[in-house]
């Protein structure tokens, strides 16, 4: 008899991070169940691209469970540069100052939360605990606390504390001492092992906090700068389309880079 799959919940935005994260899951055998979060991001296509991938791997024969949770109503409440459709995005290093303005304010407590609860439930019913799976790594920087390892910690102990059968779920953090290249490098791996095109899947991610319309990536900002940064250091060309040429985003990424180094 074929052995049952392990089942995996991961958070799933659309961006670089949680679409190398789902590659590696299905890498391993996993049975996903992804979740989305739509809460009033001024950067929501980022769902759109992800729906692009969830078809690709599925033509490639490789499906997973996936829920939108609609936490739109909760945006207005917050204070966040994300959110408010009045205030622009700042632009530059996420070294800078002003990048605090990008910050949602408990925003991975409260996706690892539902996503907790999603897979205590599904473990209820399963002879191995569900992994409960998050992106996050140690290229986030200080103006975001919630991405720390000490953070997660807390996190965990709380949720043991207050669930019974807290052993149902386990907490799988791949990429916590993993900067945005080693990432990347793990992806590359993912997709070999899987059959499938690098840059088709990266095409259909979004990380920038400020596209156009037409889901173009700003180029600017310091989600942007970091993940051209990434792609510079494997020594690729990021897929995505930016609101400049490749040549002269990846120009403009080490001219900040540079700036911040010097600062």
Same mark, same amino acid.
């Given at each position: 008899?074929?052995?049952?799959?392990?089942?995996?919940?991961?958070?799933?935005?659309?961006?670089?991070?949680?679409?190398?994260?789902?590659?590696?899951?299905?890498?391993?055998?996993?049975?996903?169940?992804?979740?989305?979060?739509?809460?009033?991001?001024?950067?929501?296509?980022?769902?759109?691209?992800?729906?692009?991938?969830?078809?690709?791997?599925?033509?490639?024969?490789?499906?997973? %469970?996936?829920?939108? &949770?609609? $936490?739109?109503?909760?945006?207005?409440?917050? =204070?966040? !540069?994300? +959110?408010?459709? *009045?205030?622009?995005?700042?632009?530059?290093?996420?070294?800078?100052?002003?990048?605090?303005?990008?910050?949602?304010?408990?925003?991975?407590?409260?996706?690892?939360?539902?996503?907790?609860?999603?897979?205590?439930?599904?473990?209820?019913?399963?002879?191995?605990?569900?992994?409960?799976?998050?992106?996050?790594?140690?290229?986030?920087?200080?103006?975001?606390?919630?991405?720390?390892?000490?953070?997660?910690?807390?996190?965990?102990?709380?949720?043991?504390?207050?669930?019974? %059968?807290?052993?149902? &779920?386990? $907490?799988?953090?791949?990429?916590?001492?993993? =900067?945005? !290249?080693? +990432?990347?490098? *793990?992806?590359?791996?993912?997709?070999?092992?899987?059959?499938?095109?690098?840059?088709?899947?990266?095409?259909?991610?979004?990380?920038?906090?400020?596209?156009?319309?037409?889901?173009?990536?700003?180029?600017?900002?310091?989600?942007?700068?970091?993940?051209?940064?990434?792609?510079?250091?494997?020594?690729?060309?990021?897929?995505?389309?930016?609101?400049?040429?490749?040549?002269?985003?990846?120009?403009?990424?080490?001219?900040?880079?540079?700036?911040?180094?010097?600062?």
């Amino acid at each position: 008899m074929k052995p049952k799959k392990q089942h995996a919940v991961v958070c799933l935005s659309g961006g670089m991070d949680s679409t190398s994260l789902l590659l590696r899951l299905l890498a391993e055998g996993q049975a996903v169940c992804g979740i989305s979060f739509r809460y009033g991001q001024k950067h929501a296509i980022e769902l759109d691209f992800l729906q692009r991938n969830l078809q690709y791997l599925q033509q490639h024969g490789q499906p997973i %469970d996936y829920q939108i &949770v609609d $936490l739109s109503s909760l945006g207005p409440l917050l =204070d966040s !540069a994300l +959110i408010d459709q *009045d205030r622009n995005v700042p632009l530059g290093h996420y070294e800078q100052d002003n990048m605090k303005e990008t910050v949602v304010p408990n925003r991975n407590a409260i996706f690892a939360s539902i996503a907790y609860a999603v897979a205590w439930s599904i473990g209820q019913n399963q002879a191995h605990p569900v992994r409960l799976c998050l992106g996050v790594h140690s290229g986030d920087h200080a103006i975001y606390p919630d991405c720390r390892p000490k953070f997660y910690r807390d996190l965990w102990q709380a949720f043991q504390t207050g669930n019974w %059968d807290a052993d149902k &779920v386990e $907490l799988y953090l791949p990429y916590l001492e993993f =900067d945005k !290249a080693d +990432i990347l490098r *793990d992806a590359l791996q993912s997709t070999r092992a899987l059959g499938l095109d690098f840059d088709q899947v990266f095409a259909n991610t979004l990380t920038s906090y400020q596209p156009d319309a037409s889901g173009r990536a700003h180029g600017l900002t310091g989600s942007d700068v970091e993940r051209v940064l990434a792609f510079h250091a494997i020594g690729r060309v990021d897929p995505i389309q930016y609101a400049e040429d490749w040549e002269r985003t990846l120009e403009q990424a080490l001219e900040l880079q540079s700036q911040q180094q010097q600062s």
